[in-house]
């Protein structure tokens, strides 16, 4: 079971309804940004905050994640890039490396199950917001997540990054508290790899995930290891 929590909130991190904001300043804030060849997404990011409209994965994610932080480096396909994640969970380090594909000022990931991004316009010279369509099964959830080469933007940063959330009709941020500190990842001792769980995921398993995420599954999921901590802590 918690080999599964463990992928599931790995899938989250790479996913993770409010009221609209005015439509006049949507517009700007919700445009297609330009992604100028694989070069710009290059090196290491810090990832601060995200959105997805995914049933209880904000909480699974305030629950589980601590903090993250990822390097693009180039593959060998001019027109490929590798992703390798580290995130902080449990007060454990576990890793993940994808290969996406940039073409069209689009990112993409076809397996185990299909994801696009493209970028948005932000006024943060040294962030990039993901817009993500993910298709699990037969369900498609979209999310929003901001990254940046800091550690921590500013406060009118990080605000122009919930205005575009509400104008997407997506649930408040999950904003990660990068003071709680970073594992190393491919330098810990201590290090949990997903990548071969991750990629031998055959349509079995995304029939479960699927389910977990149709049918309130996270939600239960959340309820029981809330439930176990009250008891844990009262005794």
Known sequence: MMGFVHVAAAVLSLLSVGQSAPVTNCESLIQQAEIQGRDQLLGKWIYLADSTNIAGAKIMTQMFVETAWGTFTAANESDAINVFQAQKMFGSCFTLTTKITLKNNTLSMVHPFNVTEVRLHSGCPDCIILLSSYTIGGSTYKGLKLLSRRKKVSDAEMEEF????????????????TSKGFCLGKQETDVTDLTDIFDNMGPQDLSQLEDLLNNNGLQMLVQLFISIKQLLDSK
């Open 162 to 177: 919930r205005k575009q959330v509400e104008c997407l009709n997506l649930p408040p941020p999950t904003i990660l508290d």
